[in-house]
């Protein structure tokens, strides 16, 4: 099969990625064997292949946005899936299970956590392997690129959003609008919430007021409402005090 390795991390000017034909993997004990279908691209993968990230896997592929179809199922694979099921694969692929985080129901803060694209072969490649336990059943009325962004982007949007504690038709505040932040903004709008969105790109204003914002204005402009809850997507620690000075009385910010 064709796959994009991470052979020599560096600036992606100096192309750190490499197509090479490898051997299809095989799936071990709970794992399932998919057929790659679409991937998304991630931050996370440039960060990977750029060595921003150390490297856990010498030439990793990267890819954790992945919708496929399971084509064959290791030894000892539970019967929660079946070859031909659709699933998509995440960037986390592993916890301990035993920590107190995992206990907790907080897995993503397992010290003992892998990642898919980082410490395994990920979705950049034309099949790729996941534990049973951390693949994820999809629904059948979407379209395999529309599905890829929701396996990152859309799950740290969605957490955030929940984090915020928006109450029912509440006032929301978005500072940054890339993709999770975009995403997100759907959501609250689907479930009957008044968006304002801070940001100082343009097209991102005119995106944002074109999916229902109520209001689009620069990154540290005040909103033209007091807002219940914030969420804070741009990597920016000054506008954690502007988001602060809208928020109502007691009021919720989210730091993504």
């Given amino acids: ?9 560096g600036p992606i000017d100096n192309r750190p990625l ?10 071990g004990p709970g794992e399932l064997l998919v057929q790659v ?6 931050r996370t993968d440039l960060h990977v292949a750029e060595g921003d990230l150390p490297v856990h896997r010498p030439a990793v592929v990267p890819g954790h946005e992945v919708v496929g179809v399971v084509t064959a199922l290791g030894p000892d694979t539970g019967p929660e899936f079946a070859t031909g099921d659709r699933v998509g694969i995440a960037w ?19 010290p003992r956590s892998q990642y898919t694209g980082w410490d395994a072969d990920g979705g950049y490649a034309e099949f790729a392997v996941v534990p049973a336990a951390y693949a994820l059943p999809l629904p059948a ?17 969605y957490r955030a959003l929940r984090r915020a504690a928006l109450p029912p038709g509440g006032r ?3 500072y940054g609008f890339g993709g999770s932040a975009h995403l997100a903004a ?25 999916l229902g914002a109520s209001s689009a204005q620069g990154a540290a402009e005040p909103p033209p409402v007091q807002l219940d809850s914030a969420i804070l997507f741009a990597p920016v620690g000054d506008l954690v005090l502007a988001a602060m000075a809208a928020l109502d009385r007691g009021g919720v910010l989210s730091i993504a």
């Avoid at 099969?1 to 991390?9: E, G, L």
């Avoid at 490499?18 to 799936?27: G, K, L």
């Fill in 1 to 9: 099969m064709r796959a994009w390795r991470v052979t020599k991390p």
């Fill in 172 to 174: 929301l505040g978005i």
């Fill in 92 to 110: 986390l692929r592993h916890t301990c299970g035993e920590c107190r985080f995992c206990l907790r129901g907080a897995e993503n803060l397992c």
């Fill in 37 to 42: 279908l679409a991937c998304g691209v991630c």
């Fill in 141 to 157: 009325n979407y379209d395999d690129t529309e599905l890829a962004p929701l396996l990152c982007a859309g799950i740290i949007g």
């Fill in 18 to 27: 490499t197509m090479e034909h490898v051997e299809v993997p095989q799936p």
């Fill in 186 to 210: 759907q959501v609250a709008l689907a479930e009957g919430a008044e968006v304002h969105v801070m940001t100082r790109d343009i097209e991102a204003q005119q995106l944002a007021l074109e």
